[in-house]
Every structure is written in C-alpha cells, then in structure tokens.
C-alpha cells in the first residue's frame, strides 16, 4: 500500500480503448451486430497531441467511440508509425485483456457474431454449484485478437 500524498479518488470508468484493424469493420461489429450507439468519429492526424498522448513516435489514428449498456468502447484505427503490429495474445498471456458482458439468450447472440467472424473459444460452460449456480459464459475473439466474454445469468423460474 502507498500511503502519504495528496488525496484523490476515481469517480467511475470511462471507456474501454480497443486498437483494430479497420476501424470501418469494428464500427460493422460493434454498432451493426452488437447493437451499440455509434457516437462520433475522430481523425487524429501526425502532430504532437496523439504522439505525446499515446507515447508514439508519428502516432496518427482515426478514433471512433461507440456506447453499448453502462460503457463506453474507443475503437482506435492507427495508420501510422508503419511499424506498428499485430498481437494476438492468449487468454494467459501477460497483457491480455477482456471485457465481460451480461446477455439475454447467449446462444442467439453467439449466432449473430458468429456470422460476423468471432467465433467462441469453447462451448458454453455451465457454472453447476455454488453462488453462481446456473451462469453460462464463454469467451469469444474477433478477428482482430479482440476477446470478448458473455455471461448470461439464470433467471428465475416463473412462479405458477
């Protein structure tokens, strides 16, 4: 624990950031398939703002920002330094990074980006005890590397 300083706190999160490859397709994605609000597009072009922002030299992007239930996603499309990669790290993988949503009706869902080229990393599993008894979830990954996990709550049975 650091302690001393001056006192401060976080009010909430803000946004997700995730780097693509074709900000067009991501836009597709998430506002097409997922269903997100598409709020703006950005072009940031080669100057000192992007570059000292991100901490890369020649940084240039468009940026777009899409709000799905309770966040924000940043879609960032880099067209330069021409050095830039691409990573597609495991789950394991130090760095890696998901974001988790609560759905309804997993399996349509699964369906519906299935045929937007994310596929699932292994069937739903099935939470069968404890405080999270009945959860469905599973991870699913984009064509960009990007791993996203569903999680869908059991709801509770009608009463007769």
Not at 26 to 51: N, P, Q, R
Not at 93 to 98: A, F, K, N, T
Not at 132 to 139: K, M
Request: with cysteine; hydrophobic share 40%.
């Amino acid at each position: 624990m650091i302690e001393g300083g001056p006192a401060f706190r976080i009010e909430s999160t803000e946004h997700t950031g995730i780097t693509v490859a074709s900000l067009d397709s991501a836009l597709a994605f998430w506002s097409g398939v997922m269903g997100f609000e598409h709020i703006y597009t950005w072009d940031f072009g080669k100057d000192s703002f992007l570059e000292h922002l991100v901490g890369v030299k020649s940084a240039a992007a468009r940026i777009a920002m899409v709000r799905g239930p309770g966040h924000l996603i940043e879609l960032l499309e880099y067209y330069s330094p021409d050095d830039r990669r691409r990573l597609t790290p495991r789950s394991c993988d130090v760095g890696s990074v998901h974001v988790a949503y609560r759905v309804v009706n997993i399996d349509a869902l699964l369906a519906r980006i299935g045929a937007a080229g994310w596929h699932a990393l292994s069937d739903v599993q099935l939470v069968r005890s404890g405080d999270r008894a009945g959860l469905r979830l599973v991870y699913v990954r984009g064509p960009d590397g990007v791993t996203l996990e569903l999680l869908e709550y059991p709801h509770p049975k009608p009463t007769p």
